[in-house]
């Protein structure tokens, strides 16, 4: 495997595999590795010649400085677990090869980037677009994988290639045995943070099971009751949206295919999940 820091070395290298036939795949990751980005690796490792894998905590994503400050960083058993999954290239560049000047790109997402995540963190998609749009130039892959685990991102990105040549493959969300969803925030939970967090998935888990044609309102109600009766819990939103169009719906109705997305506060760490209503 190897270890590049900068752009012009990154593409030169890829250009020579590129001019062998090979096909490229690409995993942009904020490193903290857990088996949730493993299998993309692994995904990409299945399909394509050359998978590369991106370790870079973007700054301009983070809407909250501290959450920046206190992302988890693990640079060596990184490189190590990327290794083993026998990834071929890991870019880990600084903010000086990615940001040599300010980026002041504005992007437009319609609605899709106004609701939830979009909502609660502004400047946060702008920030993933600025950084994705930078990797994809530098690594051109031919096929890029995404976890649904940030669907709305998944959404977005899926919008944003449509001016690249570039394949989107999403993948599952990972669990841990307890159903909650790996992530790297995962690490920064306290014991009792950590117990109660399974709780959002069981209660996804439930808003599918019961809700089928009721009216939203009902399940918010019932997530917002169940989520906040745990103390380190806190409900930020719940919201039921078209998976498409991510446009909120009032009904849930088998008519067209329902995400139901949920954010949660365990302490200070924020944590995200989604739900397919009707798979
Ligand atoms: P991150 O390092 O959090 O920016 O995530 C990098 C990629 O890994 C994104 O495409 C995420 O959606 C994906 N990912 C993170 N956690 C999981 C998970 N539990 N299951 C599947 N994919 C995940």
Do not use: W
Not at 11 to 38: C, D, E, N, W
Request: glycine share 4%; aromatic share 8%.
């Amino acid at each position: 495997m190897q270890i590049i820091k900068h752009t012009g070395r990154l593409k030169l290298v890829l250009s020579r595999y590129r001019k062998q036939g090979a096909t490229i795949g690409f995993i942009p990751t904020m490193g903290a590795l857990h088996p949730g980005h493993l299998s993309l690796i692994k995904q990409s490792v299945i399909t394509d010649d050359i998978t590369v894998s991106s370790i870079y905590v973007n700054p301009t994503q983070f809407d909250d400085k501290s959450d920046l400050k206190n992302y988890p960083r693990n640079f060596k058993s990184d490189y190590a677990l990327l290794k083993s999954e026998e990834c071929t290239i890991v870019f880990s560049p600084d903010n000086k090869e990615m940001y040599p000047r300010p980026d002041n790109r504005r992007f437009n997402f319609g609605r899709m980037g106004d609701v939830m995540e979009g909502k609660m963190r502004p400047g946060h998609f702008n920030g993933v677009a600025q950084i994705v749009t930078k990797l994809f130039d530098a690594v051109q892959p031919h096929r890029a994988y995404f976890g649904k685990k940030d669907f709305q991102q998944l959404a977005i990105i899926q919008k944003l290639v449509n001016d690249y040549d570039i394949e989107i493959v999403a993948c599952p969300i990972i669990r841990e045995k307890d159903g909650l969803a790996m992530s790297s925030r995962n690490s920064l939970l306290s014991d009792q943070e950590r117990n109660d967090a399974p709780a959002i998935y069981r209660t996804l888990l439930l808003v599918k099971e019961k809700f089928r044609n009721r009216n939203v309102k009902e399940a918010e109600k019932f997530v917002e009751a169940r989520i906040n009766k745990y103390t380190s819990l806190k409900l930020e939103y719940f919201q039921i949206v078209n998976s498409i169009t991510l446009d909120p719906v009032d009904e849930i109705a088998s008519t067209i295919p329902l995400t139901a997305c949920i954010a949660v506060y365990a302490g200070s760490v924020r944590l995200i999940d989604n739900i397919d209503i009707f798979s």
